[in-house]
């Protein structure tokens, strides 16, 4: 059983530093003008997360532990959904994205779906602490103000929105 775990890490780690290394491909690859990420805090704190449990997972068999097979199996399991929702961090700030064009906008979803909208068929309406962009009524877009270039994306949709440029120079 000890075993079939740590094989399980040792995938989830070499998954994980896959799309680390994607990440960082992209990030060269795309104009910080015309693309809105999520805030690298999510890509910092799944990184972290995955190798922390990771090398727990790896340092238990060495360590004087309990005997007892039920806590040595929920701690696995435990620190298994750690490293998974650590790559689910990861995996979020690569693959999510708009990116801003001169009438649309292109979303890409969590899932990798991407989805094409027109400025002019969207409407902002700002939170306190996010954005959330409609489209015929239905909010499609909820967008955080910790993420880099969100005032852009409100700014072409709404051209006279300056309400709320003092935040957007704090980035």
Do not use: H
């Not at 989830?12 to 990030?27: A, Y």
């Not at 899932?111 to 009524?137: H, L, M, N, Q």
Request: charged share 25%; glycine share 4%; aromatic share 16%.
């Amino acid at each position: 059983m000890n075993e079939t775990f740590r094989y399980l890490t040792i995938a989830f780690l070499i998954i994980s530093l896959g799309i680390i290394r994607k990440s960082f491909k992209d990030n060269k690859k795309r104009s910080d003008e015309t693309i809105i990420k999520q805030p690298r805090i999510y890509l910092n704190g799944g990184i972290f997360v995955t190798l922390v449990s990771t090398i727990i997972n790896f340092l238990v068999p060495v360590l004087p532990t309990v005997s007892d097979e039920t806590e040595i199996l929920v701690f696995y399991i435990f620190s298994s959904i750690m490293i998974f929702s650590g790559i689910l961090f990861i995996w979020y700030y690569v693959i999510w994205y708009i990116k801003l064009g001169k009438e649309t906008f292109l979303y890409r979803s969590f899932w990798g779906g991407t989805k094409e909208f027109f400025y002019r068929d969207c409407t902002p309406v700002t939170r306190s602490a996010r954005v959330d962009i409609y489209k015929d009524g239905k909010c499609i877009i909820k967008i955080s103000l910790l993420i880099v270039n969100w005032y852009e994306l409100s700014k072409r949709i709404e051209p006279e929105m300056n309400k709320y440029k003092e935040i957007s120079n704090r980035d």
